[in-house]
């Protein structure tokens, strides 16, 4: 029976699974957005896609109990239908002689034995086709490339970087975003990034962080040493990166900084700070570095949190700083006090700066410009 339903049960828990997940995903979104779903007024919007959402789960819902109703109310039919032949087959073989009504009794005893062995393997079927779609669907996930990392800790004292002939597209079918770019780095310099939005700066980054591969061409990274090392997730251990956007977790302001280094003292603390342009803030703020921050640096604004963000990497003390718009909610004294910092204090180490203040590039050594067809 369970083979017979089995395409059609898959199917519902296949879309039964989707639409949980999307309706979680909405619900989240929702709540963190609540600023955007209220200035936008989309309240009535939203609460009409929900509706839609759950009406569209109730539907699935009420068709996969329909089917599994169906489903054992057919089984218990055959169970029962089973039940009664051999009865009769046994009242047949009395009537004949062949048998004695002792072996009906002890024969039906052992059909009603055997009917709920199979009646509960029967109820695995259904579980296992719906643990197969739950299991399939977390494999789709799991077959994304697993990163390997070696194992290396080792820190260089200064990194280089050299960039031969590297293309980079997101789908074979589409146009390539970066295309042949090479590009030497020196130890210790000051690169700025600009380009229009949309130019691939962000791309150029997550391919120095080996968060993605280019696809034709090489990025070496050259230390002090002489030796070379092609990016790869190890490359990661001597970077110190700010994204863009708020990217502070919850916890104190102390708890966010000693993410770049566990071990960082008051003094560290406090030193980075003022490299960020972030020091008379914090010490302006009641609880100072144990100044709790909500979801979303909640209790500071968002060029703070970007500052404090800064901070964070500049404790790190890694040899090589990489700033992705990171100063974007900032005014133009404060960025620039920053990136005055990094250039006097951070000589030996090598910097990338997206930025779109093109009045910054003066701290820069030397500007990488992308357009849309770099
Ligand atoms: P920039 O940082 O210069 O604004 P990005 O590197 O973020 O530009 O994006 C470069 C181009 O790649 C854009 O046209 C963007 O639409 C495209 N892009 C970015 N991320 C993806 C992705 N995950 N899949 C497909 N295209 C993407």
Known sequence: VMLFFRQKYKKYQLLLRKSESEYRSFMQETLADLTVIKTFRMEDRNQQKMED???????????????????T????????????????????????GEITYGTLTVFITLVSQVQGAVSNLAGVVPKMYSMLVSSKRICEVSENDKEVYSGKTDVPDSVALEIENVSFSYDDNKPEIISDLSYSVRAGEKIGIIGPSGAGKTTLIRMLLALTAPTKGEMVYRFDSGRGEAVSPDSRRFIAYVPQGNTLMTGTIE?????????????MMFKA???????????????????????KSGGISEGQAQRIAIARAFISDKPVLILDEAT????????????????DEYQDKTCFIITHRNSMLKYCDKVLKLSENT
């Open 53 to 71: 959402f759950k009406t569209k789960r109730l539907r699935l819902i009420f068709l996969n109990s329909r089917l599994s109703s169906i489903i």
């Open 73 to 96: 109310a057919i089984m218990r039919l055959v169970y029962s239908l089973g039940y009664v032949v051999a009865f009769c087959w046994g009242s047949y073989r009395i009537s004949k």
């Open 255 to 267: 708890e966010n900084l000693k993410i770049g280094n566990k071990d960082a003292t008051e003094e």
């Open 273 to 295: 700070l003022k490299m960020a342009s972030a020091y008379s803030f914090v010490n302006k703020l009641p609880d100072g570095l144990k100044t709790v921050l909500s979801e």
């Open 328 to 343: 974007s909610a900032l005014d133009e004294e404060n960025e620039a006090v920053i990136l005055k910092n990094i250039s």
